[in-house]
């Protein structure tokens, strides 16, 4: 497969890590099929364009320029909720991504942002063959050939995009399609069922931690009665305190720290149990049937965790300004003593989500390309 790909996506320090962080697993399975993918970003503060650089792509910075929130509503009747985020106003955005991609006519545009809807995709139509859209809130129009949405369920997941794509837009939508790296379906595969007891924990809840989530988890296990549990923990490049975790690491029996891993997978694969916030590691740790704690640490998240719990698949402690200590610890407690409900959810788990959902995503872009 012979196909020109480019992503216009971002990270920093407000947007987090998630967007650029799926589109690189999804970038990884295209070059897989011999797929040519570039990027094309803004380097916000938080910035991720040397990682993509090291995992071998090519990666275009945008030039830098912050637009406040109200200045673009006052030169637009109506922008996406999360405009600001661009760092300019849409069409500023749109004609450098067109000046970046060229005279080139790219086979797919890959779009990974909140902040860019149907304006901006029709303003770009001379430089694709085909646009693909990758959301989760579902809060504004689009024009586009596919729109995947991992974490769209069921009958409410369909109704997010009604009357907000074109009629021809074909929809990608729940985790049968979520994008996890090429090592997760191989892995689980091979992993045994597991047996519902805790003995090793997974501390994770993204790229960066605004909220310091990870220390208030941290603090949560220096207590006697999780003294026997081990610990691992893992932070990434825009995490805003990590000289705090180093520190309650040192204090926590049992405890390591990890930094910028390039996959989780290992990780999961030896933890009994995760403590975590929402986002696409809730599709990893469910490939790998790992149970978790979860706290939602952004309003994409919140909806999706909802569900989840309303299943048995989470045990769920709400919004992040909610999360204290007390709280993470009465959860803990639960789940240690139930390891025959640990077990169910464990297989519920495994069975909803397979790990092929990248290979999906793929063969549906293209299919799509040649129609």
């Known amino acids: ?60 910075a945008l030039a830098t320029q912050v637009v406040m929130q109200e200045k673009l509503t006052e030169k637009y009747e109506s922008v996406p909720a999360h405009a600001a985020s661009l760092g300019v106003d849409w069409k500023t955005d749109a004609e450098q991504t067109k000046n970046l991609i060229g005279d080139v006519v790219v086979d797919w545009l890959i779009v990974d942002h909140y902040a860019i809807d149907k304006n901006w995709q029709l303003l770009l139509e001379n430089c694709y063959h085909k646009l693909m859209v990758i959301d989760d809130l579902g809060d504004r129009d689009h024009q586009a050939d596919i729109l995947l ?98 520190d309650l690491v040192s204090r926590v029996e049992h405890a390591r720290v990890y930094y910028e891993l ?35 640490v952004a309003i994409n998240q919140h909806g999706i965790n909802q569900e989840l719990e309303k299943k048995g698949l989470i045990y769920f402690l709400g919004k992040v300004e909610h999360a204290n200590i007390n709280l993470i610890r009465a959860g803990l407690k639960q789940i240690l003593v139930n390891p025959s409900g640990n077990r169910v959810s464990s297989k519920r788990m495994r069975e909803l989500v397979d790990g092929n959902g990248c290979r999906r995503v793929v063969q549906a872009l293209i299919d799509q390309r040649n129609i």
Not at 29 to 54: M, V, W, Y
Not at 152 to 160: L, M, T
Not at 268 to 274: E, K
């Open 1 to 60: 497969m012979l196909m020109n790909i480019i992503f216009r996506t971002d990270a920093s320090l407000d947007i987090g890590t998630g967007h650029v962080m799926r589109c690189l697993t999804l970038a990884q399975a295209l070059r897989a099929q011999g797929a040519s993918c570039r990027f094309i970003c803004r380097p916000h503060e938080g910035n991720l364009l040397e990682l993509i650089r090291k995992r071998g792509f090519e990666a275009q």
């Open 149 to 246: 949405d991992q974490n769209a369920q069921g009958k409410s997941g369909e109704a997010r995009y009604k009357g907000r794509t074109n009629a021809e837009c074909n929809l990608l939508l729940g985790p049968h399609y979520a994008l996890l790296g090429l090592d997760y379906p191989l892995l689980a595969n091979a992993l045994p069922e597991r047996n519902g007891e805790i003995s090793r924990v997974l501390i994770f809840v993204g790229g960066s931690d605004p909220f310091h989530l990870t220390e208030r988890y941290l603090t949560a296990l220096n207590a006697p009665e999780f003294r026997h549990l081990y610990v691992d923990v893992v932070i990434g490049s825009n995490h805003s305190a990590p000289e705090a975790v180093s």
């Open 262 to 296: 390039p996959s989780l997978s290992a990780l999961i694969i030896r933890a009994d149990l995760m403590l975590g916030a929402g986002g696409a590691t809730n599709w990893e740790r469910m490939c790998l049937g790992l149970n978790s704690v979860i706290v939602s």
